[in-house]
């Protein structure tokens, strides 16, 4: 990973990296239990509690394991949901997306768009060959946005993941880097 955090820029968006200076913003979308409830996690109960979330952006880019973006609005600036990579294995040219939005941006491309920019710049600067999405089969929005970008469902894992006391079936999709046009 490079020492300096890339930015990504799109016709509406800025991703950036999140600072404590975001804890605020960012604790308003995950203390939001509609907006956490496929991510494996209780909702947030203080601004102190998202520290950690931070920490962890910080040290999964400090690892070499992943990157998370914060995304931001460009006549904003604020923290309204992150985008990134975990679970990178650059031996095999691999990496999981992840993803959440404030449930104010719900609905208006704003996910899509952020993905979009970030698979794309995983191929160009990670040299990423596969891309997966673990998503819950509840999580039906989830699952029209990686497929509109054109990742393909290929099974179920079950009882993938144990969070919030109990065992998580998780869909697997992949976007191959040959699947879509990367200009």
């Known amino acids: 990973m490079n020492k300096e955090f ?3 820029e799109t016709e509406r968006l800025i991703l950036r990296e999140v600072t404590i200076d975001d804890a605020s913003d960012m604790f308003k979308y995950l203390s939001d239990k509609d907006v956490v409830k496929h991510m494996g996690l209780a909702p947030f109960q203080t601004v102190k509690a998202v520290w950690d979330e931070i920490n962890w952006y910080k040290s999964i880019v400090k690892d070499g394991t992943g ?3 914060g995304i931001t609005l460009k006549d904003v600036g604020k923290i309204i949901g992150s985008c990134g990579f975990l679970n990178m294995v650059t031996k095999h040219h691999r990496a999981e997306v992840g993803f959440e939005l404030s449930k104010d941006y719900w609905g208006t491309g704003i996910a899509s768009e ?4 970030v698979v794309k710049f995983g191929y160009h600067h990670y040299q990423l060959e596969r891309i997966e999405a673990l998503i819950e089969p509840a999580n039906l929005s989830s699952q029209k946005l990686v497929e509109k970008q054109g990742f393909t469902r290929e ?5 993938y993941e144990y969070t919030c006391g109990k065992f998580d079936d998780l869909f697997m999709y ?4 040959g699947d879509i046009d990367l200009n």
Do not use: N, Q, V
Request: charged share 20%; net charge positive.
């Open 174 to 177: 992949s976007l191959l880097k």
């Open 114 to 117: 952020a993905l979009e920019a």
């Open 6 to 8: 890339p930015i990504i």
């Open 67 to 69: 990157i998370r973006w």
């Open 155 to 159: 099974g179920l894992l079950r009882h």
